[in-house]
């Protein structure tokens, strides 16, 4: 397989969140970039409760 430009290859990115369907995400994604010719991302969030809120809010 070619390998793509620099800056130019697809970007998959996949959300894990350890839900059943995020868990099987990053098998998906692998697949599917080396199917393009791409680069995979994993991305996950974290939000911080309330009493950690160093504003005072």
């Known amino acids: ?3 793509p430009t620099p800056g130019t290859a ?3 990115v ?6 059943p369907a995020s868990k099987r995400a990053p098998a998906w ?3 599917t970039a080396s199917a393009m010719g791409g680069v995979l991302e ?3 969030a974290w939000q911080s ?3 950690l809120d160093r504003r005072g809010g």
Do not use: E, K
């Open 14 to 19: 996949v959300g894990v969140d350890g839900s």
């Open 10 to 12: 697809p970007r998959i």
């Open 49 to 51: 409760p309330p009493f």
């Open 29 to 31: 994604g692998s697949y």
């Open 1 to 3: 397989m070619n390998q």
């Open 42 to 44: 994993a991305v996950t």
